[in-house]
Nanobody, 125 residues
Framework: QVQLVESGGGLVQAGGSLRLSCAAS????????MAWFRQAPGKERKFVAA????????YYADSVKGRFTISRDNAKNTVYLQMNSLKPEDTAVYYC??????????????????WGQGTQVTVSS
């Protein structure tokens, strides 16, 4: 079982930045692919970004490409999401997710094995 704990959310003005962190409890974290999803009120959970186990490949939703950066530090069992040039439409609860197959990074929430509890990001206009 893997426990994921997100942090770093908050309230920020449009154009600002935030960095989300997701700390994993598992010693096998470095084998997992990791991803970030987000869910706005009344909407389905959507893919934001993903990274393979060794950071060789990263993937982004078109809506965040060029503004968000996913990274990981396997020595710290942590994955990050650097969010720049934030927009009001980025407002959502952000979740990190783990996939046991380290190079499998699908953009579908039901393909991930473990989830964090989420952290709220609110961008004011």
């Amino acid at each position: 079982q893997v426990q994921l704990v997100e942090s770093g959310g908050g309230l920020v003005q449009a154009g600002g930045s935030l960095r989300l962190s997701c700390a994993a409890s598992s010693r096998t974290f470095n084998r997992y692919a990791m991803a970030w999803f987000r869910q706005a009120p009344g909407k389905e959970r959507k893919f934001v970004a993903a990274i393979t186990w060794n950071s060789d490949s990263t993937y982004y939703a078109d809506s965040v490409k060029g503004r968000f950066t996913i990274s990981r530090d396997n020595a710290k069992n942590t994955v990050y999401l650097q969010m720049n040039s934030l927009k009001p439409e980025d407002t959502a609860v952000y979740y990190c997710a783990a996939q046991r197959i380290g190079d499998y990074t699908p953009p579908y929430a039901n393909e991930y094995d473990y989830w964090g509890q989420g952290t709220q990001v609110t961008v004011s206009s």
